[in-house]
């Protein structure tokens, strides 16, 4: 069995097993990525390369500071809040909760938040009389689009900005309009639908608002310094391209500076951090590197044009600081990304009537096959560039 069979194999296999839930997820892509490295698709050290430490660091930076805020009682404090704002209206109580979680989620790791709303949600629910399942569907959907909303929103969202080197603004100011649509649109639907399920009497909004909330907030200083700190990170994520700095190092650069200013027993704190998260993706890094090895997605998104001698060339489009033949040099991220943004700007502003290159002051211009001359797809515009990877005669 051929390299790229065993790689396609050993995913297709793995996230089968995911998908079936019989056996938990971070144990089946870790099993998955250690079969990649024993079958000799990848060596250790590609498997250990392949790992995106800054997706690692990222998330651990923010659940440290996730963690940390809901040890001190705020997520619990702002739904009785939410429900007294609300004067015990079941509807209004449901919008409201779903707002907090959303905006939560924008800058929270999104199953934190939930898993942080839920119970406080229950008491609502027990509270006012209604059912609470109605409101959990909608909490957990409003975190699933306020996540999506920024770059540190949802683990996703950090990939494709990492492998795509996209800052914090360009991200948000492309997704987040959507996602405030989508929210806004979500917010009618469920209010709709829920008022034949969420109905109280007086009497139970009455006791919705004589709940004291004034003692749920167990550490006040704790959350004044994670506030300071949370808005310190956000502040970063928004400068970190002019600053210098990876989202991951200002993540990790929050978490370590709350740490030390709250004077947290470290192991307590990263006891709590989701490390079967951290590890599932772990795995699913060492996974996808090994179909990279093998060509197998390259294969898959490239393609083919015939060209007037008879041979057919296959290629594939690629950003400009990551065609195969730039590999051999070890730039930093930070000359790839002056680089990448330099092309980006000279393809965004170069009219398609001009040539990029004056015609030569001796000899000629070899014949160009009209064959080659390849319009990019949908997104690709600027800075991508198409790369011959493979040519046969096909006569």
Same mark, same amino acid.
């Given at each position: ?28 892509? *870790? ?75 924008? %800058? ?46 949802? =683990? ?36 709709? %639908? ?25 550490? =006040?200083? *704790? ?8 808005? %310190? ?26 740490? *030390? ?8 704190? /990263? ?7 951290? %590890? ?16 197998? /997605? ?98």
């Amino acid at each position: 069995m051929s390299e790229v069979h065993i790689a396609l194999t050993i995913f297709v296999v793995t996230y089968v097993v995911i998908i079936s839930e019989k056996i938990h997820k971070t144990t089946i892509a *870790l099993a998955g990525g250690m079969l990649v490295i024993a079958f000799h698709v990848l060596d250790t050290e590609q498997a250990f390369e392949a790992i995106d430490l800054d997706v690692i660091f990222l998330l651990v930076g923010m659940m440290i500071i996730a963690n940390t805020m809901a040890d001190t009682g705020v997520f619990r404090w702002m739904a009785i809040r939410s429900a007294k704002a609300a004067n015990g209206s079941p509807i209004r109580v449901l919008i409201l909760l779903c707002l907090i979680t959303a905006v939560a989620s924008a %800058f929270l790791d999104n199953v934190t938040t939930v898993v942080l709303m839920a119970p406080v949600t229950l008491v609502v629910a027990d509270t006012l009389g209604v059912k609470a399942v109605p409101m959990l569907i909608a909490e957990v959907l409003a975190s699933n689009i306020g996540g999506t909303a920024t770059l540190i929103g949802d =683990p996703p969202n950090i990939l494709i900005a990492s492998h795509a080197d996209i800052d914090f603004v360009t991200f948000f100011l492309n997704v987040g309009p959507v996602s405030i649509i989508t929210l806004a649109g979500f917010l009618v639907v469920a209010a709709f %639908f829920a008022r034949w399920k969420v109905r109280a009497t007086p009497e139970q909004r009455e006791r919705v608002m004589a709940i004291d909330e004034s003692g749920m907030i167990t550490d =006040p200083r *704790l959350l004044r310094i994670t506030l300071v700190v949370l808005a %310190f990170t956000v502040l970063g994520f928004i400068m970190h391209g002019q600053l210098g700095y990876e989202p991951s190092m200002v993540a990790l650069a929050g978490g370590s500076v709350l740490m *030390l200013v709250a004077r947290q027993e470290p192991h307590e704190v /990263l006891r709590d951090i989701e490390w079967s998260t951290l %590890f599932f993706f772990i795995g699913l890094f060492v996974l996808v590197a090994g179909l990279e090895e093998t060509g197998l /997605l390259e294969t898959i998104g490239a393609r083919a044009v015939d060209l007037t001698d008879g041979s057919t060339v296959t290629y594939s489009w690629y950003r400009f600081v990551d065609q195969p033949s730039f590999q051999q040099y070890e730039w930093s991220d930070a000359k790839k990304a002056k680089l990448q943004s330099f092309v980006e700007k000279i393809h965004a502003h170069w009219p398609i009537d001009r040539d990029y290159m004056a015609p030569p002051s001796n000899g000629r211009l070899v014949a160009l096959d009209s064959s080659l001359l390849v319009i990019p797809p949908e997104g690709m515009e600027t800075g991508y560039v198409p790369i011959v990877t493979h040519q046969e005669d096909t006569d």
